[in-house]
């Protein structure tokens, strides 16, 4: 039987892993690689370089420096999403310069790696704007140090310090203008002092609350309701493709699941069944800030894996 794998992870929570049976198998189309996925994929390349491995959606090249660069792509319309410098073909660990971008083409986020870990300065920017909406350093995989979110029209918005990838110390909070507007105090990660905030959010969406939203009996119910809901397409299982849809929405003042935007998918399909399972979902318990409902965003990332 082939386990068909979704991971569900919420910018706020972090949730597991669920597994589901599946009695379908891909046909003789999905084979990993061959010419044919080199051939749909040729004209993507750089210059002097050779495709040395190819499937639904990605390529492994060798440049004329001697480099292999896997790149990932959006199925549907060949649009590249993802590329990393790797150590060879077989363990495709990312050793070098890294660049992701939207389904549309819009860059995301940029940095490098070290042996499969972040390292150094790292750039993230909004799939709307193409403005920084983030930027900091990371040491052997870890955030470190002092990292910036700016506001989608450009400026600081939160400035904060991490050790061993966690906040450390005071956050603070600035409006558009660049006015001190609030201050939290963090330790190991966890909030101890937080101060209340001057500053409405725009359009008066959170992306981090004192009390975050929750799915009706919480995490585990969460996970339960995706996973009996959510269905495997059959065109991506015939054609084997796999991999991420990530989802950004609301939870509402009312807990109500509202403006679902898809930041990034494998293929049509999986998204379009991504945004259905969302439709279904009940309200939340909403976030509250200062004692007060507020609405919060999320991203919601789920992982397609036929294994």
Known sequence: MKNLIFKFMLSMPVLGFIFLQSGCFPSQKTSGGGKFWETYYQNQIEPGSKIVDAGPTFTVEQNAA???????????????????????PENLRKIGKHKSWTDGGALTTEGQFRNGKHEGVWKFYSSETGKPSRMGVYKNGDATGEWTEYHPEGGKKYVCNYVLGKK????????????????????????ESPTKSENPQENGIYDYTEVPPSFPGGEAALMK??????????????????????????????????????IRGVCFAMQNEV??????????????????PVKVRYTLPVMFRLE
Do not use: H
């Open 225 to 262: 309701f995706i996973s009996s809901n959510i269905k495997y397409p059959n065109m991506a299982k015939e054609y084997n493709l796999q991999g991420r849809v990530i989802v950004s929405f609301v939870v509402g003042k009312d807990g109500a699941v509202q403006d679902l935007k898809i």
């Open 66 to 88: 001697g480099q292999f660069l896997w790149r990932e792509y959006f199925y549907d319309t060949r649009q590249k999403i993802n590329e990393s410098v790797v150590d060879n």
């Open 168 to 191: 450390e110390g005071k956050e603070i909070e600035y409006d558009i203008s660049g006015k001190v507007v609030g201050e939290k105090i963090w330790k190991d990660g966890k909030l």
């Open 275 to 292: 945004i259905r399972i969302m439709k279904l979902m009940p309200n939340w318990q909403p976030g509250t800030q200062n004692g007060n």
